[in-house]
């Protein structure tokens, strides 16, 4: 396996495993909620909501459902829901004992799901395959849409969006990737995540941008004085990761042990390493409002932006 793909398998939360190379043909991928997803307050809530809905519509026929992870993958409970809520007959068995006939059942109903709510199969967020292993991702997606559709007044959560973690079997072995879903619309204005003030600095006075740069040089080299560190070009000097941690470490009281980073960094995968670290770092203090890919600070990936450096200064 290559240097990149261990290091990018090192990355997963711990709680997740990561899959046998075997388990994964070559190709495939597969999804994974790590832990801090799936205890999200509003991930939680927003399940709550659809499994009172389900239990709440379906209360005459005596059916409960306790997990909608264990439980929908069937197509029991969504054939009932469905039958219910569209108010139709499908031509389904009711009880499916067998894992064809269980996968055959699903393949009825999300056919007629899709045909409800006007969806080619390649525009759902959901297939028969998502369903029947239990993806919790693709069944949440298919239950917002439907209460939606037949529903609209049931109140969820509004902007749902967790972490995903998918794991891809190359020819060099198993790799990772961080990814963010949004399950569920912005609704008002406070919902809309707020303007990037670099963002907008650019488009609307980029004239400014190298006084601006300037300023946030001065800021750092006001920090890393007492480390005897200055910092004189933010498009290169930020790219190992290193100026980064020594900063995020002077401004909020970290002592960062040098096994846990590579002071001087000799390959790309080091360098991300430190990139990594010091974005975790700023997640689990609370300072990063927006998803950030590690590879953004990679030189050979794309050069430093004066926006991510903006983000850290104002720390």
Request: charged share 25%; hydrophobic share 40%.
């Amino acid at each position: 396996m290559e240097l990149e793909s261990l290091y990018d398998l090192l990355q997963l939360p711990k709680g997740v495993e990561p899959p046998a190379e075997e388990m994964l043909s070559q190709g495939g991928k597969k999804r994974y909620l790590p832990p801090t997803s799936r205890k999200d307050p509003k991930f939680e809530e927003l399940q709550k909501v659809l499994m009172e809905w389900i239990n709440t519509t379906l209360l005459p026929e005596h059916i409960v459902v306790r997990s909608l992870e264990e439980d929908m993958f069937d197509g029991l409970i969504l054939h009932h829901l469905f039958q219910r809520l569209a108010a139709l007959k499908l031509e389904a068995e009711d009880i499916a004992l067998t894992a064809a006939s269980q996968k055959h059942k699903l393949t009825v109903v999300l056919e007629a799901v899709n045909r409800s709510l006007q969806l080619e199969e390649r525009q759902a967020k959901w297939s028969v395959e998502t369903i029947f292993n239990k993806d919790l991702l693709s069944t949440l997606h298919l239950l917002v849409a439907l209460a939606k559709r037949f529903q609209p007044n049931l109140s969820l959560p509004t902007n749902v969006q967790v972490e995903v973690i998918t794991i891809e079997s190359t020819k060099s072995g198993l790799k990772s990737e961080k990814s963010v879903e949004q399950l569920t619309e912005y609704s008002t204005d406070k919902d809309q995540p707020p303007k990037d003030v670099f963002d907008e600095l650019f488009k609307l006075a980029p004239e400014k941008v190298n006084a601006v740069k300037e300023a946030i040089v001065n800021f750092v080299n006001q920090k890393l004085d007492r480390l005897g560190l200055s910092v004189q070009n933010l498009d290169t000097q930020f790219a190992d990761g290193v100026i980064l941690l020594l900063l995020i470490g002077q401004l909020e009281g970290f002592f960062l042990h040098l096994k846990e980073f590579y002071l001087t960094p000799n390959s790309p995968a080091e360098m991300l390493h430190n990139v990594t670290l010091a974005l975790e770092l700023l997640k689990d203090e609370g300072l990063l409002s927006c998803p950030v890919s590690p590879e953004v600070l990679e030189p050979s990936i794309r050069n430093l932006g004066v926006g991510r450096v903006g983000s850290f200064w104002r720390l």
